[in-house]
């Protein structure tokens, strides 16, 4: 299966600032990358699809990049109501895989 | 609303079993593949099992196959997951998820979750 490695595995930032989240894929997996958000008791929500294509109602300050192997996500601008985990997922190959999360917290 | 609602989880020692629901709402649920996803804690997610639209094709992850049963109801737009000879790694909160599913095709990537149900596992 296709291991996602996601990097760091949490991060302390201020509002307002641009925060990194990587995602590497332990083989090609072209541009097949979905990103999610999680919050403490609530359902998880899709943000990115395409490894770049926004989900229809997500902020624009959240973007992604990346293909093959390397991804990013940005969030441009930090907010208050990010404050979430946010996990990668291929569905290039079978069985689809997931990375082992990012917390990020508000400093 | 659209909407998934999960319930049927709980506390059960190893060995038991267990039958977790997804209601759905505000769409229609017939038109798509349907999976379950679990998330242990501390851990990341993890795909356990997806069924196509009419219950034709299911798929599972290894450590499951044998032991967890997906099925469906359409006409209760209801999901299903039956969990026998539970284990102690199996404790996780279990997500319901539907899959973008475009022209009845599985897409592997879900554009709507719900709240999770918590199994415990333990004696």
């Known amino acids: 299966a296709v291991q996602l490695t996601q990097s760091p595995s949490s991060l302390s930032a201020s509002v307002g600032e641009r925060v990194i989240i990587t995602c590497r894929a332990s083989q090609d997996i072209t541009t097949a990358l979905a990103w999610y958000q999680q919050k403490p008791g609530k359902a998880p929500k899709l943000l990115i699809f395409d490894a770049s294509r926004l989900e229809n109602g997500v902020p624009s300050r959240f973007s992604g990049t990346g293909s093959g192997t390397d991804f990013t996500l940005t969030i441009s601008g930090l907010q208050p109501e990010d404050c979430a985990s946010y996990s990668c997922q291929q569905f290039k190959t079978y069985p689809c895989t997931f990375g082992q999360g990012t917390k990020v917290e508000i400093k | 609303e659209v909407q998934l609602v999960e319930s049927g989880g709980g506390l059960v020692q190893p060995g038991e079993s267990l039958r977790l629901s997804c209601e759905a709402s505000?769409?229609?649920?017939?038109?798509?593949?349907m999976t379950w996803v679990r998330q242990a804690p501390g851990k990341g997610l993890e795909w356990v099992a997806t069924i196509k639209q009419d219950g034709s094709e299911t798929y599972y992850v290894d450590s499951v196959k044998g032991r967890f049963t997906i099925s469906r109801d359409n006409a209760k737009k209801s999901l299903f997951l039956q969990m026998n000879s539970l284990r102690a790694e199996d404790r996780a909160v279990y997500y319901c998820?539907?899959?973008?599913?475009?022209?009845?095709?599985?897409?592997?990537?879900?554009?709507?979750w719900g709240r999770g149900s918590l199994v415990t596992v333990s004696s």
């Open positions: 998820a539907k899959d973008v599913s475009v022209a009845g095709i599985p897409y592997w990537y879900f554009d709507l």
């Open positions: 505000g769409f229609s649920f017939d038109f798509f593949w």
